[in-house]
């Protein structure tokens, strides 16, 4: 129990301490898995999981359920055993990208447990999510220039699409430790929303 009260406590360091509600529950424990009963399912001890979480070599649960359930991503190991393990991975992670301090901040951000903004948290994911918002802020700054463009407009859909694909649905609590909107009430729901209303 005291390894699961340190990452609790770590967990509220990193995202403050906000309550969940029913429905933010109902929300978690359809996308994520209990750390608990994912551990089990691989053959491996949670404790052990949640040593590496403290030690900084594992992402933090995404969240803790009303009950104090650890919600993990369900494809928590892949990246390690697609690095060749636990010791490996943060080489293997930063090495996606060129700039070694951009690297460095994705790694602190993906061991946050933050990463709930895809589906699936991996370099390649994180890296075309970031690319998206790319162009649509391009692609929106043009349509603020000409609103009457048909050509921008189909590839601010197209893109936003591409992001709603990568992206689930959020729940309130996000936008409470998020501060504000989510990236997908920004760069999905309130391009699709502009997109209808325009001339």
Known sequence: MQLKRQVAERYRQVNGDH???EADDAYVSAQFAVLDELCTA???DADD?????LDRRLPLPGYLRSDGAEMVLVD??????QAGGTDALQAW????????GVGAAEWDAYLSGRYVCLRSVGPATIRRKDELVAAIRAALANLDVDPTDDGTALRLSALADELDALTPAFTPYDRLRFG??????????????RLRERP
């Open 19 to 21: 309550s969940m509600t």
């Open 42 to 44: 691989h053959g491996c």
């Open 93 to 100: 992670f930063t090495g996606h990208w060129a700039d070694e």
């Open 76 to 81: 928590l190991f892949a990246l390690a055993e």
């Open 49 to 53: 999981v949640r040593r590496l979480m």
């Open 180 to 193: 504000g909107p989510t990236s997908r009430d920004t760069y999905v729901d309130a391009v699709r929303a």
